[in-house]
């Protein structure tokens, strides 16, 4: 399966679009939000990319009831701390937003767990700890370059891809 992850985009939905547009010709049928998303645009613009979408609220989320009512209506699987998705043979894809190392080692460790997202620092990230793959795909919000990620995990490889 292929995943497309994206990352802090703090409300600039015209470049998560082109972000979305990306990820979905390189074949995403998935995409994941990692938080921070900024706005209930951004719930809208996954909602409309015609494959799953998911996403956790970041620390500048501040409207939760917005933001789930959004979701609702937008047909996105919203998470608060973290939430998963589930992939073949009993594993899962966990997603969250901070980069707590303790937080990050739980999700981890669990043996369901193949790959763990997160967010906030706006650097990519793609290492392996414990069993678990911890993928950060870097952000959307004015960076140079501007990173996506895009998540086989069929083949266990990640590629990072620059939004223009």
Known sequence: MKIGIVSDSHGLTQRLQRAIALLIERGAEALVHC???GSPECLAVLGQARVPAYAVVGNMDRDLELLRQQARACGVHLGVDSLRLPLAEGKCLAVTH?????????????????????????????????NARVINPGALHYVHPATVALLDTTADTVEFVEVR
């Open 35 to 37: 938080g921070d998303m």
């Open 98 to 130: 901070g980069n707590d190392p303790k937080a990050l080692a739980d999700l981890a460790e669990d043996a369901q767990v193949a790959y763990v997202c997160h967010g906030h620092t706006h650097r990519c990230r793609d290492e392996r700890v414990g």
